[in-house]
C-alpha cells in the first residue's frame, strides 16, 4: 500500500484525469448496467463518468488522499458517486451487493496470495448474474515498464469457481507516460 500512498503524492502514470477509454466504451454498449462498485478507483475518474451516465457508484480505495479528490471532483461537477477509504481485499464488509464491478488496473497488482482472497470477495459484493468488468495488463506487453503482467490462463484460473467466463479481449490501459498505452486484457465475468 506505501507505493500507492508514494505513487499519488506525485501524479502518477494511470492518473490520466478521465475515464479509461474501455470504461467509457463499456458503458455506451450497455454492458455496465446498474449499480456500479470501482474497485482501487483512485481519483474517480471511472466513477464519475458513469456516475455522470445515471450510474449509482460507489468507489473504494485504500488511499485517503485520493478519496478526497474523488469526492470533491463528484461534489464541483454535481455528481451523486459515493467515495469511501476501505481495504478493497474486504470489500464483503461493505455489506451490499452491486450489478456491475469495474476494475481499472487493481487485479494486476494483486500477489498470488492476494488473488484468491480478492475474488472471494467479489462474490459478496455482485448478486448472482452481476458482471465483474477487469482491465489488467496482458502478458503481451513487452517487460520494463508498468506492473506485473497478467495471461488468461491467470485469469481463467483465478475465476474458476462460481464465475462464467464472458469474453477475454485486447484492449489499451491509457497512461499519461505512453500516448499509445498498454497492452491489457479487458474481461467480462458473470457471477453464477
Not at 451516465?53 to 458517486?81: C, K, N, P
Not at 467479489?122 to 448472482?128: A, D, P, R, W
Not at 506492473?147 to 490501459?173: L, Y
Amino acid at each position: 500500500m506505501g507505493f500507492f500512498h508514494d505513487a499519488y503524492s506525485g501524479s502518477p502514470p494511470w492518473d490520466i484525469g478521465r475515464a479509461q477509454r474501455e470504461i467509457i466504451r463499456l458503458e455506451e454498449s450497455g454492458e455496465i448496467t446498474g449499480s456500479v462498485l470501482d474497485v482501487g478507483c483512485g481519483k474517480g475518474d471511472n466513477a464519475l463518468f458513469l456516475a455522470s451516465r445515471g450510474h449509482e457508484v460507489l468507489g473504494v480505495d485504500m488511499v485517503e488522499g485520493v478519496i478526497e479528490i474523488a469526492r470533491a471532483r463528484a461534489a464541483e461537477r454535481g455528481l451523486a458517486a459515493t467515495f469511501i477509504v476501505h481495504d478493497i481485499l474486504k470489500v464483503e464488509e461493505i455489506g451490499r451487493t452491486f450489478d456491475t464491478v469495474i476494475d481499472s488496473g487493481f487485479f494486476h497488482t494483486l500477489s498470488d496470495q492476494d488473488r484468491p482472497l480478492f475474488v472471494r470477495n467479489l462474490l459478496f459484493v455482485l448478486g448472482k448474474g452481476g458482471r465483474y468488468f477487469m482491465l489488467a495488463f496482458s502478458d503481451r506487453e513487452p517487460a520494463g515498464y508498468g506492473p506485473r503482467r497478467v495471461t488468461q490462463e491467470e485469469i481463467r484460473a483465478s475465476f474458476s469457481t462460481g464465475w462464467r467466463i464472458d469474453w477475454i479481449r485486447d484492449a489499451v490501459f491509457e497512461s499519461r507516460t505512453r500516448p499509445q498505452g498498454s497492452r491489457a486484457w479487458l474481461s467480462s465475468i458473470t457471477r453464477i
